[in-house]
T-cell receptor, first 114, second 117 residues
Framework: EAGVTQFPSHSVIEKGQTVTLRCDPI?????LYWYRRVMGKEIKFLLH????????ESGMPNNRFLAERTGGTYSTLKVQPAELEDSGVYFC????????????FGQGTRLTVV | AQSVAQPEDQVNVAEGNPLTVKCTYS??????LFWYVQYPNRGLQFLLK??????LVKGSYGFEAEFNKSQTSFHLKKPSALVSDSALYFC???????????????FGGGTRVLVKP
């Protein structure tokens, strides 16, 4: 069974440009999460989808970040326009129903804004 | 609000010696506790979790962790470290009751483990 996959693995963009990150969760997992680790600090929650609905987006830093999960399958996270402080590693995770709390993570996308 | 503390940025240990990575947490109510590991150029990999039951939980690659409610700790341990255990380790917590803070995990800052031959 395939794990959580993320694309691209690395992205280097200039300040002001737009970047879209993609996450394909484990098949059958309704819960999908985005997290990020900035500047070697702790991994922080961004948002949580249940199927195609945003369950919790309290961690989204500002309106330059837009996450979607059309059809309840893969998800995209768009940063527009990117700023220097957005650099970091963006992780996606998925899990099954609420009584199975283990979240499985992808390999992450390393975003560098220059 | 929930929080996790990993007091050591780095732990150095000789191969064959015991390895301990410390974690303390704060959460409303009972916790779900997790350890994840990130090997170089890899994603976060689930190691083990505590939900209920036996305070000592066993996970992948010979790792185990002990839940201590009175000390609010969940230290990760391995009796005999291998060079291949060198990686970044993250402790995470989530409340047992989802309504308290949703499904999201709160992570510690990570501890880098270096096992020397």
């Amino acid at each position: 069974e395939a794990g959580v996959t993320q694309f691209p693995s690395h992205s280097v963009i200039e300040k002001g440009q737009t970047v879209t990150l993609r996450c394909d969760p484990i098949s059958g997992h309704d819960n999908l999460y985005w997290y990020r680790r900035v500047m070697g600090k702790e991994i922080k929650f961004l948002l949580h989808f249940v199927k195609e609905s945003k369950q919790d987006e309290s961690g989204m830093p500002n309106n330059r970040f837009l996450a979607e999960r059309t059809g309840g399958t893969y998800s995209t996270l768009k940063v527009q326009p990117a700023e220097l402080e957005d650099s970091g590693v963006y992780f996606c995770a998925s899990s099954q129903v609420r009584d199975r709390p283990t979240a499985f993570f992808g390999q992450g996308t390393r975003l560098t804004v220059v | 609000a929930q929080s996790v503390a990993q007091p050591e940025d780095q732990v150095n240990v000789a191969e064959g010696n015991p390895l301990t990575v410390k974690c303390t947490y704060s959460v409303s109510g009972n916790p779900y506790l997790f350890w994840y590991v990130q090997y170089p150029n890899r994603g976060l990999q689930f190691l083990l979790k505590y939900i209920t039951g036996d305070n000592l939980v066993k996970g992948s690659y010979g790792f185990e962790a002990e839940f201590n409610k009175s000390q609010t700790s969940f230290h990760l341990k391995k009796p005999s470290a291998l060079v291949s255990d060198s990686a970044l380790y993250f402790c995470a917590v989530r409340p047992l009751l989802i309504k308290a803070a949703g499904n999201k995990l709160t992570f510690g800052g990570g501890t880098r483990v270096l096992v020397k031959p």
